[in-house]
């Protein structure tokens, strides 16, 4: 379904990506988790083609993605690319002059070119499917912030993705509000969504993922089941960030 192979991007000086590959089938729920800074939201824009790289290959089924091809590509490639992979940011990046049900229905209307008659019932499905079908009419600014991360997730659900990646959904969350939209991601898990997540929390990651990736300094450290991940690290970097989460 998708898959990075020795991906590198610079930041200027700074290398963010040395050599990072993952491969993710589809139906997977590859969680990725590390210390800051290890590249693992520059390697997700880098899958949906929101970043350039200079090394490297994405591949998304039948897309590739080369090193500048960000830049080089046509837009039709990258509108074919995002149709089949949807993201969900940190922040939520809702329209605040749209309600949350034209929230939903903007991708739709514009990636697929479907009316708003025909986007119309599928759009209320996904909202009553993330526990807001009350809030059809709101604008986000009279939302909590839970509620509006799961607006952003039936949008990203709305053009129909194939895989779907979140960029740490929940770390602008209370923990209450957390649990919210981790139930959510929870929920599409279970349905066979393929998802790509990158989390703090490391108890949704062993009960959800499917596999889990170590990331440190801009490489996949370590990859596995989140029984052996968790339970019996094989490499230092997972044993250390292990160790320095559960001090937190």
Not at 38 to 63: M, W, Y
Not at 160 to 171: A, N, R
Not at 199 to 213: C, N, Q, Y
């Amino acid at each position: 379904m998708i898959s990075v192979t020795n991906l590198v991007k610079n930041h200027g000086p700074v290398r963010v990506l040395d050599g990072a590959s993952l491969a993710v089938p589809r139906g997977d729920v590859a969680v990725i988790v590390g210390p800051s800074g290890g590249g693992k939201s520059t390697l997700l824009r880098c899958i949906n083609g929101l970043e350039p790289f200079q090394a490297g290959e994405v591949h998304v089924q039948d897309i590739i993605l080369r090193p500048d091809d960000v830049h080089r590509a046509s837009g039709q490639t990258l509108v074919a690319l995002r149709r089949r992979v949807g993201m969900v940011f940190q922040q939520f990046n809702l329209f605040p002059h749209l309600t949350v049900l034209d929230n939903v229905l903007i991708g739709p209307r514009l990636a697929l070119n479907e009316s708003r008659d025909a986007a119309l019932p599928r759009a209320k499905q996904l909202l009553d499917r993330v526990g807001l079908s009350a809030k059809l009419d709101a604008r986000p600014e009279n939302l909590s912030g839970g509620q509006q991360q799961r607006v952003a997730i039936a949008r990203a659900l709305a053009v129909k993705p194939e895989v779907i990646l979140f960029d740490e959904p929940t770390s602008a969350l209370d923990p209450r509000m957390s649990g919210e939209v981790l139930a959510v991601v929870a929920d599409l898990a279970k349905q066979g969504q393929t998802m790509i997540v990158v989390t703090h929390a490391m108890g949704f990651a062993r009960s959800v993922a499917t596999t889990v990736h170590v990331m440190h300094v801009g490489r996949v450290a370590e990859s596995g089941t989140p029984a052996q991940v968790f339970d019996d690290p094989r490499t230092e970097v997972t044993r250390h960030f292990l160790a320095e989460t559960r001090s937190n």
